[in-house]
């Protein structure tokens, strides 16, 4: 399948902001837009993924079309929108195996199966297909033409929005189409563009070594910028809004939202030295002694040893892996406001301006009212 490639043009002065991968997180997207201020004066566009991972799809979905109708609202199409209408259309271009597994591993945290069952279908085996299919369209047809109807790219003179990346600016319309909902570690591919290349699909986090962090990436000599926060697929996930220049050529600024309790740090604490990001696919463990509240482990892959939280530990057929970890101690001053991840009883795992670490000190709540 080919790209579909969509011109826009957007309008001069007008405040745009730019979000991906909300993955069913509709408390974050409206935190997100409620602490930046959106309003009718402000163009939005969602950058894909607004499915997947999360049993709020739907109700996500129908939040991003009732956005729509309201306000000025461009949306492209990612790989995870794009698992509903290729199945609603029997499509061929995902493979029922696919689904099988996906419908297993997902359950009602796939927007496919929350449909059927609220349909009255089946999806238990690929034989429930059929009739499930025809079940989803009869019930959602507005939900399904709206992700049908939209593009894989948006180009404006200045910027080209797309989930995943592109090789080039040219020939749009020849590129295929999951290449560019789906194009993993695209930073790394050495691509440089006249136009800003503003993607999501990739948590940002995945491109750091050192220290784990949501904050929108951009390299303004290559004029790519990638914003997935890892809404929903981290425990410390956030969700970005990119905000463009007024003017071609000004200063990009950035609004996220994480949902977790900030609080108050009473101490000051100085940076680890030589911290280390464990991140998914990088992440294989030898658990070396397992304790209730955290595990002593080496990270395979560099050999360093660290404590991890015994409950990010995860053991499959490939041995012991763990959700995104860290020793990186946060650098704090008293005063500070930390978004706290979750609180241990060595200290808690926080956020500092979007980058996640230890904070061994003191916390105050904060104080009703207090801004």
Known sequence: MRAVVRPIQLPA???????????????LLKGLLGKAGFSQDDVLIVLGDILERNEG???????????????????????CDN???????????????????????????????KMA??????????????????????AFGPELDFLRNLPHILVDDHYLFVHGGVPREDRLEELDAHVCMKNDDFLNQGHSFRRWVVVGHWPVTLY?????????????????????????LKADGQLN???????????FSYVAYDGFPVMTALEDQAPSPDPINIRWGRSALEV?????????????????????LTDYLRYDQ???????????????????????VRRTRRGALAKKDGATGWYLGKLAEVCHGEK
């Open 13 to 27: 002065g007008r405040r745009v902001l730019v979000v991906s991968d909300l993955h069913g997180n509709l408390s």
């Open 57 to 79: 799809s739907l109700d996500t979905l129908r939040y991003v079309m009732e956005l729509s109708e309201k306000y000025t609202v461009h949306t492209v199409l990612g790989n």
């Open 83 to 113: 698992i509903t209408p290729a199945f609603a259309d029997s499509r061929g271009d995902i493979p029922d195996a696919f689904y099988e597994r996906w419908f297993r591993a997902q359950g009602e945290r796939c927007l496919l199966v």
């Open 117 to 138: 069952h609220l349909a009255g279908a089946a999806v238990d085996t690929a034989a429930d297909y059929p009739a499930a299919r025809a079940a989803i369209n009869a």
């Open 208 to 232: 750091r070594e050192d220290i784990p962090s949501a904050k929108p990436i951009l390299l303004h000599e290559r004029h790519i910028a990638s914003i997935d926060g890892g809404c929903t």
């Open 241 to 251: 809004a990119l905000i463009l220049p007024r003017q071609p050529g000004g200063e």
């Open 288 to 308: 070396l002694e397992k304790g209730e509240e955290f595990s002593r482990c080496r990270h395979l892959e560099s050999g360093r040893v660290l404590d991890v």
């Open 318 to 340: 490939r041995g012991v892996h763990c959700e995104d970890s860290t020793d990186y101690l946060l650098p704090v001053k008293a005063g500070d406001r930390l978004s706290v």
